[in-house]
């Protein structure tokens, strides 16, 4: 009789690939020793357990405004007033603090309070979240990334979370088929549907973008995956997506790298698409003319939001490239405000009062034929790493020496928090760079969409915050978070 064939035998790329893996295992626990860090997983697993033992909600107000950041998201309250803003990082140049706080905003009296509620998340950052009245209220969160405090590990995110405004808990919603672990990726509601675009991951050896569409539904809790037909987005992180009526959807500009043989090179998208569910079942994408005097350059880390009541989704912010030398780029950041028609596709300049003595503002919204108490979808951008171009007005401290002339309300940054709520635009942190240096920021802002007239500073920007790191972190550090040329989390 023959040899029995061992069925559990491997092959020798397969033995050399898990000797590899384990020899970088053991070289990252040695690493983490010497930083005093716990591994990644374990640590994240830990925090949920705890989050898990939390019997009942608790509510405190704060005394001030939150602790700076950026990478969090600003979302609508469905049913009241309110602004809930989740999750976030902080990063001082030698540690990253990455947070799952769940805090309320309330433009009325301006005030700030935390609620701490059993079966949170663990903390993440770059993650998307949509509210929904249904139920009372419901505020949804998909995906994102955790980083350890020396940025030594990053761990992608693929859970679904469902937190219930009327009951104050959290439920790890677990449905098959979803999206694979991501930060990056754009998230909007559709009617009963949750749609998530694109996005990127890394895993420390290869950075893989998306181009794929999911489909989470409300009523039935489960995945499907979209295939449009023609052709759409390619794969990207951080774009601008927005949702037009019910059915359909924007998805403008992004970030990615392309590789060229061994090099890599960044791309930042300035195409605009529509995606749209057909009248006899499927979606289709279709390509939209974006050019236009009114278009804005090629820019990463912008931030968005939509006012459905009037079809217009509003741009802030954003880096563009400039080349200095064949060499070198330097990055100028944006305070611009504009505004895209989701009907049309259309980009038109946003112009206050303020700022145009005796002119009207070139866009204006109407009063809205009924009181706004519908969910608002925002989309919020993440991290890329650039040079500063200038800064906001007005303002004290180093701020103040930036100036960028008579224009009032945030400066010039990147991946700020945007919200529409009841035809308010709301604009809150975000990442300021100067000279090499990345500040994450905590003031916020107001703009009456009726008037236009100027903007409202809610929350001033005193000081900066400290910097720790050298002026050559970005080089040293490899952190996705931190590096133009590793910045994808967007």
């Excluded at 569409?213 to 449009?228: C, E, M």
């Excluded at 108490?373 to 007005?394: I, R, S």
């Excluded at 930036?402 to 308010?424: E, H, I």
């Amino acid at each position: 009789m023959g040899k029995k064939k061992n069925k559990n035998k491997v092959s020798g790329a397969v033995k050399t690939a898990a000797k590899t893996e384990k020899k970088l295992a053991n070289r990252l626990k040695k690493e983490l020793a010497n930083l005093g860090e716990e591994d990644i997983a374990k640590v994240i697993a830990e925090i949920e357990r705890e989050e898990a033992k939390r019997s009942a909600a608790t509510e405190k107000a704060l005394p001030g405004p939150p602790s700076p950041r950026a990478y969090a998201t600003l979302t609508p309250h469905p049913t009241s007033n309110e602004l809930i803003l989740f999750g976030g990082e902080y990063h001082n140049g030698q540690k990253t603090e990455v947070y799952n706080e769940l805090l309320f905003y309330n433009p009325t009296n301006n005030s700030w309070k935390m609620l701490k509620a059993p079966g949170a998340p663990p903390p993440r950052s770059a993650h998307q979240a949509i509210a929904t009245p249904a139920n009372k209220g419901e505020l949804w969160v998909f995906g994102g990334e955790f980083t350890s405090p020396s940025e030594t590990q990053f761990h992608h995110y693929k859970d679904l979370w469902c937190f219930s405004l009327a009951e104050k808990k959290w439920e790890k919603v677990v449905a098959p088929n979803g999206p694979s672990s991501r930060s990056g990726h754009r998230m909007v509601l559709l009617g009963r549907n949750i749609i998530v675009f694109g996005g990127y991951a890394d895993d420390g050896r290869e950075c893989r973008y998306f181009d794929d569409v999911y489909s989470f539904s409300l009523d039935t809790r489960t995945w499907s995956k979209l295939t449009p037909s023609g052709r759409g987005p390619t794969a990207r992180s951080a774009c601008v997506m927005l949702p037009a009526g019910s059915d359909s959807l924007l998805i403008y500009g992004g970030f990615s790298r392309v590789r060229e043989g061994r090099s890599e090179r960044t791309q930042t998208h300035t195409d605009l698409f529509r995606l749209s569910h057909r009248e006899g079942g499927g979606w289709a994408w279709r390509g939209l003319a974006a050019g236009g005097p009114a278009a804005p350059p090629a820019r990463a880390g912008q931030a968005a939001a939509v006012n459905p009541h009037s079809n217009r989704g509003y741009v802030f912010g954003g880096i563009s490239d400039v080349e200095e030398t064949e060499e070198e780029l330097r990055g100028e950041m944006s305070d611009d405000l504009q505004l895209l028609d989701v009907e049309t596709g259309k980009w038109h300049i946003v112009t206050l009062r303020s700022e145009q003595l005796g002119a009207k503002p070139v866009v204006k919204e109407e009063e809205p034929a009924q009181k706004e108490e519908e969910t608002v979808t925002v989309v919020t951008d993440e991290v890329f790493t650039m040079k500063l171009g200038g800064a906001a007005v007005p303002v004290t401290g180093p701020l103040a020496a930036a100036s960028v002339g008579p224009k009032s309300g945030p400066g010039p940054r990147m991946s700020a928090m945007m919200a529409v709520q009841r035809a308010t635009l709301y604009v809150y942190g975000g990442v300021l760079e100067k000279d090499d240096k990345q500040f994450y920021l905590s003031d916020m802002y107001s703009l009456d969409l009726h008037k236009l007239n100027e903007w409202k500073t809610l929350i001033e920007q005193p000081s900066l915050p400290d910097w720790l790191g050298s002026d050559s972190e970005d080089e040293e550090s490899g952190s996705d978070s931190n590096s133009e040329s590793d910045s994808d989390s967007d």
